[in-house]
């Protein structure tokens, strides 16, 4: 069965250090995404990636960049953390099916 | 772009009572609509599916039924246990498109 890791599951930063949160998949799967998870704000796109170095902006990329060099690895880079970062991140990939599948979060806190 | 309304946002039930959370949706070539759930301090995991050439799926307990006139889908849970206590997430993949667009999420709690 696919297995989606993300480096942290608890993630404390200051603000304006740059984060760096990984996933990794060990598929083979094309399509690789990040959220964003607030409460009563749903799961928010931040970006994807259908390849390896390609990558698309989702709804809220502003803060926000990406890095997907091998297949396996989509890297979720914040270049300089601010506390309205603070919050779940969810790694994602896509099944052939359509399905989308999650890797456990990272829960970031920055002060 | 796609748009996906859910309702409602919390939801509290009987143990042995059906519940049904509902979704809309805006973009008329969106084809595939999944339903997660997400128990506390855990990941979205998908319960159930359907596609825009179906009207609906069961699987045991739960049900999905989907109108594409009018442009919404429903969850129906039967026969509610404590452990259908979760959020529930229902989706729309726009037409042609890989990614996925989320609702809101519904809070579901079953009193024993």
Known sequence: DVKVTQSSRYLVKRTGEKVFLECVQDMDHENMFWYRQDPGLGLRLIYFSYDVKMKEKGDIPEGY??????KERFSLILESASTNQTSMYLCAIRRTSGEQYFGPGTRLTVT | GENVEQHPSTLSVQEGDSAVIK????DSASNYFPWYKQELGKRPQLIIDIRSNVGEKKDQRIA???NKTAKHFSLHITE???E????????ASPGGSEKLVFGKGTKLTVNP
């Not at chain 1, 960049?65 to 091998?70: D, F, G, L, P, Q």
């Not at chain 2, 979704?23 to 805006?26: K, L, Q, R, V």
């Open chain 1, 65 to 70: 960049s990406v890095s997907r060099e091998k």
């Open chain 2, 64 to 66: 999905v039924t989907l």
């Open chain 2, 80 to 82: 509610t246990q404590p």
């Open chain 2, 23 to 26: 979704c809309t949706y805006s």
């Open chain 2, 84 to 91: 259908d206590s979760a959020v529930y997430f229902c989706a």
